[in-house]
T-cell receptor, first 114, second 108 residues
């Protein structure tokens, strides 16, 4: 069973608020990812990291930012939330040493911006 | 660019077999994954193909043809709990690109 945790699971906030979505994994994985998924739509990669102090933007442009100060922790921040940021955010990690490199996903954070 | 296509929805009865097709056009290819995602939950890994051919894992099998840019996921002996979205994902240059998913509805 994967050990990757996201908080909060659900968040409803007003426009203009700053929010941080937390993601932690206890598997020692170097690679971590943030995906954004709207209902019934595909997952879009918005950020990824190959290790401590490594962060890259994904294929879908996002106003969010990420940091990777510790291997196990990969938080995502929105400085000023807007209704267009309403979505589900999924964090994932992978171990490049495995033959498949499969992703292990957290439960997701469902964000609603009013 | 990246393009991963799969049907939007499929319906089948309990005990039946369903085949979900996935076609892809990506700039790089390092393997193809199938994930299962129940509503409101995280995707969970089902299968991985990097070489051509069929991989069987219990009731689920996955096939890959790299020359055709084609894969399918075969679900046998369908159970009600198999009702979920099935995501095709291609590893392109170390990053997973996902299709929109196929919603499988299993009816009694």
């Amino acid at each position: 069973e994967a050990d990757i945790y996201q908080t909060p699971r659900y968040l409803v906030i007003g426009t203009g608020k700053k929010i941080t979505l937390e993601c932690s994994q206890t598997m020692g994985h170097d690679k971590m990812y943030w995906y954004q998924q709207d209902p019934g739509m595909e997952l879009h990669l918005i950020h990824y990291s190959y290790g401590v102090n490594s962060t890259e933007k994904g294929d879908l442009s996002s106003e969010s930012t990420v940091s990777r100060i510790r291997t196990e922790h990969f938080p995502l921040t929105l400085e000023s939330a807007r209704p267009s940021h309403t979505s589900q955010y999924l964090c994932a990690s992978s171990d490049p040493r495995t033959s498949t490199g499969e992703l292990f996903f957290g439960e997701g954070s469902r964000l609603t911006v009013l | 660019g990246q393009n991963i296509d799969q049907p939007t929805e499929m319906t089948a009865t309990e005990g039946a077999i369903v085949q979900i097709n996935c076609t892809y056009q990506t700039s790089g290819f390092n393997g193809l994954f199938w994930y299962q995602q129940h509503a409101g939950e995280a995707p969970t890994f089902l299968s991985y193909n990097v070489l051509d051919g069929l991989e069987e894992k219990g009731r689920f099998s996955s096939f890959l043809s790299r020359s055709k840019g084609y894969s399918y996921l075969l679900l046998k002996e369908l159970q009600m709990k198999d009702s979920a979205s099935y995501l095709c994902a291609v590893n392109s240059w170390g990053k997973l690109q996902f299709g929109a998913g196929t919603q499988v509805v299993v009816t009694p």
